[in-house]
């Protein structure tokens, strides 16, 4: 990400103040096309298929490099101020009307490539473990690398669920782990294939919440839905309880969705806002410049470290809180 | 601000390329890795335990083997010291015969030195009773030509000869 600020700070080091909320903003949201980088004024960009479905003239697909420039095309353009900034929007009678929207994003792309990545990995892993006799031979390389992370999250998944179900649960958990820290890093690199900021974006961590949720209640045993509709409690509170256990299964999904979007997004804001400290003080002279540069480097490299952490730490308490979830659904007597 | 409403596109995508990969890796991933390191990490436990086990017998076997030692050791020393008491038992027995056997045949030698003397003796005895009796006939036959005192040299001799008779005896 930070690799694109350069040229849009060149673009604004005129008269005019550094904008930097749209900086951030166009770095941590998504878009039509996958921007890399500005080479002489002129960007670098990959254009992506829009793919939208109008109420009036039905399906379209055209690639995002025609709507470049707040051109429009078949009808279409992005919207540049209102309700739908930045969102792609139809022209009907003189008003802009959002259409279906299912166009390959700059994080649909991103969603593509990290799961495109996360499933050789594995499956690579698997490979050398059909092809070599396990209890001959140690894993080497990419299986020796993946092993730690998958039995972490696989023994995690028997302390927290019990030796009789944690194996149906452990994939999932397996895969949102390693979804959500693949993310992170990549979201962390701030060239090419990485840069997207797919975990902090409430669309992804809303899903995977979802699927924390639906497997904590399509299969919860009965205990569970004991516990929540007719709990052990004195009579006074027998119609109150269950109120409150269905809210609180509602919640636990929003909390997971939000402690990840936000912790993730709030990484991607102070890293960008460290960078464009520089730009704001190019204008205050060579020794301001100087040292806040120095300053906006220093306070950047550890903020990336920080965000390392982060990335990994986030990963791990969303797949623990699963587990657990999980666990609490199918606790037995 | 739109950070806070999720796009519909991305939820799309989302649930279409997460489903595909969770399906992927559940069928063809996870399980394949999590089962191999599980069936390697029971037989690591079986190893260490089967180690163990092995252990304990050599440990057991190494006091055996002590014991056995100890054992054929007493046992050597018992049957060295049985062999020189029996040995010296029969060189004692083979003195004591020894022994008992020379005097035999010492008191042997001398009953016979002592049955030769007397037979030589008795040779002897007769031998000069054979010569005195023959110097005694040829002084008889000397002295009966002469005749001179033949009655009183005969009664001379035979008193002679009675008395060296009961002396020789």
Same mark, same amino acid.
């Given at each position: ?8 700070? $060149? ?17 941590? /949201? ?51 101020? /209102? ?10 009678? /003189? ?18 490539? !990290? ?28 299986? $020796? $690398? ?67 949720? +639906? ?14 509709? +007719?709990?052990? #409690? ?8 269950? #109120? ?42 060579? #020794?301001?410049?100087? !040292?806040?540069?120095?300053?906006? #480097?220093?306070? /950047? ?13 986030? $990963? ?5 809180? !699963? ?11 | 601000?739109?950070? =806070? ?11 279409? &390329? ?50 056995? @030692? ?19 038992? &029969? =060189? ?13 045949? &010492? ?13 030589? @003796? ?10 005195? =009796? ?13 005749? =001179? ?21």
């Amino acid at each position: 990400m930070a690799i694109l600020v350069p040229a849009r700070g $060149a673009e604004a080091s005129g008269d005019e103040p550094v904008d930097i909320g749209g900086i951030i903003f166009s770095h941590i /949201g998504d878009s039509y096309e996958w921007h890399i980088t500005d080479i002489g004024g002129h960007a670098i960009a990959i254009p992506l298929p829009v793919i939208v479905r109008s109420r009036t003239s039905g399906w379209h697909c055209f690639m995002s490099s025609r709507i470049g420039h707040g051109a429009s095309w078949e009808g279409f353009h992005v919207a540049s101020s /209102g309700d739908n900034e930045g969102k792609l929007v139809e022209d009907v009678g /003189g008003e802009e009307v959002r259409p279906l929207d299912i166009s390959i994003t700059k994080n649909v792309a991103s969603l593509m490539f !990290s799961s495109l990545l996360l499933a050789l990995l594995v499956l690579l892993t698997a490979r050398w473990y059909r092809l070599h006799d396990s209890s001959r031979e140690a894993p080497r390389g990419l299986a $020796a $690398a993946m092993e730690p992370l998958i039995m972490m999250i696989h023994n995690m998944a028997r302390e927290n669920i019990g030796e009789d179900d944690y194996r149906k649960y452990s994939p999932y958990l397996c895969t949102a782990f390693l979804f959500i820290l693949l993310n992170n890093f990549l979201g962390i690199i701030p060239i090419f294939p990485g840069g997207a900021n797919l975990t902090g974006n409430i669309a992804v961590t809303m899903v995977l919440a979802i699927c924390t949720f +639906l497997a904590v209640n399509l299969f919860g045993n009965k205990h569970y839905y004991k516990e929540i509709f +007719l709990p052990d #409690v004195p009579g006074f509170l027998k119609p109150i309880m269950p #109120v409150i256990e269905v809210f609180s299964a509602i919640v636990k999904p929003i909390s997971l969705t939000i402690r990840l979007f936000a912790n993730m997004l709030a990484g991607h804001i102070m890293i960008l806002a460290m960078v464009c400290i520089i730009f704001i003080m190019a204008k205050y002279g060579p #020794v301001l410049f100087g !040292s806040m540069t120095a300053v906006s #480097v220093l306070f /950047g490299l550890f903020l990336d470290l920080l965000e390392c952490l982060v990335a990994f730490i986030q $990963a791990y308490v969303f797949t623990m809180l !699963s587990s657990i979830y999980i666990g609490l659904s199918r606790q037995k007597e | 601000m739109n950070l =806070v409403t999720p796009d519909f596109g991305l939820l799309f995508w989302m649930v279409i &390329i997460f489903g595909l990969l969770f399906f992927v890796l559940a069928r063809f991933g996870f399980p394949v890795i999590t089962s191999m390191v599980e069936k390697r990490s029971s037989l690591i436990d079986k190893s260490l335990a089967d180690a163990r086990e092995i252990d304990a017998m050599m440990a057991g076997m190494k006091a055996e083997h002590e014991k056995m @030692l100890t054992d054929t050791r007493k046992e050597q020393a018992l049957i060295l010291k049985d062999a020189t008491d029996r040995g010296k038992a &029969i =060189v004692a027995e083979a003195r004591e015969a020894a022994s008992s056997e020379a005097g035999k045949i &010492i008191a042997d030698a001398r009953a016979q030195i002592a049955a030769e003397k007397e037979s030589a @003796l008795r040779d002897i005895r007769s031998e000069v009773a054979a010569l005195s =009796v023959g110097v005694a006939e040829k002084i008889l036959r000397k002295e009966l030509s002469d005749d =001179v005192s033949t009655d009183e040299f005969l009664a001379k001799m035979v008193e002679e000869a009675s008395s060296s008779d009961v002396r020789l005896s």
